[in-house]
């Protein structure tokens, strides 16, 4: 292999959604990393004064930026923040040469709105101010050069941030509907274990369950961002998740009181619908998302019975929504299966 085409596939995996969301902890420890290296590199090159404050500035700004959604939300905020609240700073330097007591009560006032605004909308905004206002104004009674120092720090820290929490971000849409393929897939696993008559790792099955669908709601807003749509289609698949998640527990629990007997054809059609719309999902591949042929519903007899058909038909709302949702998520990114098959065999290790 020549070295032009290692390095083009050694960026085609790099940039591959499913890489960067199985690795999204260590690249954004990285991405950070080398911010911070950059700010204190150009502070030692340049000597400029109060360099630290570069730093501070560039760890506050990145925080937990990690998705396309949230640099374009979050990371705009946070600059708009660092303006503000440097400009406050500044106000509060001024007004102290006038009266200690004048500054003091600039600041707590800019602190009031800071708290405020905080709970709002633009919340990061309101809560960067008050940060870059502590740091640029002290308590007032800073030098204004040094408050105009602190300032340059804020803007080059600012400039840093905003410009490496747009390297490798991974997008909100992909840890969602990798979120998503995980819960189908544990979804089947747990049906095929109660259809087996087995309770073996069930309720930590569950558990996991529940737990990435609680992370698959703090992506909802950045995902439907990044897509150019409303949360609506979002918040039916989660309301469809959290269905799921109450009619197998019950089924759990109707399952291990009943007798044994063979699973049902619409039992084991539904095993194959979840793994199907599982790999789907997470391949991007949308032949596995079409809805099945209407399946024979059994007569709600027995409690078992009328789970599996409100199972069924949860399943087949998901697949509405996914369907939905699906040329959004290819429109804005290049499919798993155009890759290399070495690359994808990579990946699916």
């Known amino acids: 292999m020549s070295i032009a085409n290692f390095i083009l596939s050694s960026w085609r995996v790099l940039k591959n959604p499913l890489f960067l969301y199985q690795n999204h902890r260590q690249i954004h420890a990285l991405r950070v990393m080398l911010a911070f290296a950059c700010g ?7 000597g400029i004064p109060y360099g630290s404050w570069t730093l501070i500035t560039i760890v506050v700004l990145m925080g937990n930026v990690q998705t396309q959604g949230d640099v374009a939300k979050k990371s705009g905020q946070r600059v708009l923040g660092t303006l503000i609240g440097a400009l406050a700073g500044l106000l509060a330097v001024a007004l102290y040469l006038v009266s200690p007591w004048l500054g003091f009560a600039w600041l707590v006032l800019a ?5 405020y605004h905080a709970l709002g909308p633009a919340g990061d905004a309101a809560v960067i101010a008050g940060v870059t206002l502590v740091i640029v104004g ?8 040094e408050s105009l120092w602190r300032l340059l720090n804020a803007m080059i820290g600012a400039s840093i941030a905003f410009t490496f929490a747009s390297l490798l971000p991974s997008r909100a849409i992909d840890r969602w509907r990798f979120l998503l393929a995980e819960n189908l897939r ?6 095929c274990q109660m259809g087996q008559r087995s309770s073996a790792d069930v309720e930590a099955a569950l558990y996991r369950f529940n737990v990435r669908m609680i992370k698959m709601r703090t992506l909802i807003a950045s995902a439907a961002k990044e897509c150019e749509l409303q949360t609506v289609p979002f918040e039916q698949v989660q309301r469809c998740q959290r269905t799921m998640l109450i009619i197998l527990e019950r089924m759990c629990v109707d399952v291990q009181a009943a007798p044994q007997r063979p699973l ?3 039992q084991a059609g539904i095993f194959r619908r979840l793994i ?5 999902l997470r391949f991007l591949q949308r032949h596995l998302l079409d809805k099945p042929a209407a399946a024979t519903h059994i007569a709600p007899v027995e ?15 998901i697949y509405d929504e996914l369907n939905f949702l699906l040329p959004s998520i290819l429109r804005i990114q290049q499919p798993l299966a155009l890759l290399r098959p070495a690359a994808l065999r990579y990946l699916r290790k």
């Open 40 to 46: 204190g590199a150009i502070d030692i090159v340049f």
């Open 186 to 191: 544990e979804a089947a696993f747990v049906y």
């Open 264 to 266: 049902p054809p619409l």
């Open 303 to 317: 409690l078992a019975d009328f789970l599996t058909l409100e199972l069924s038909q949860t399943i087949d709302r």
């Open 111 to 115: 602190i009031f709105l800071s708290a």
């Open 138 to 145: 002290g308590m007032g009674d800073s030098v204004l050069e």
């Open 276 to 280: 199907r719309s599982a790999r789907g």
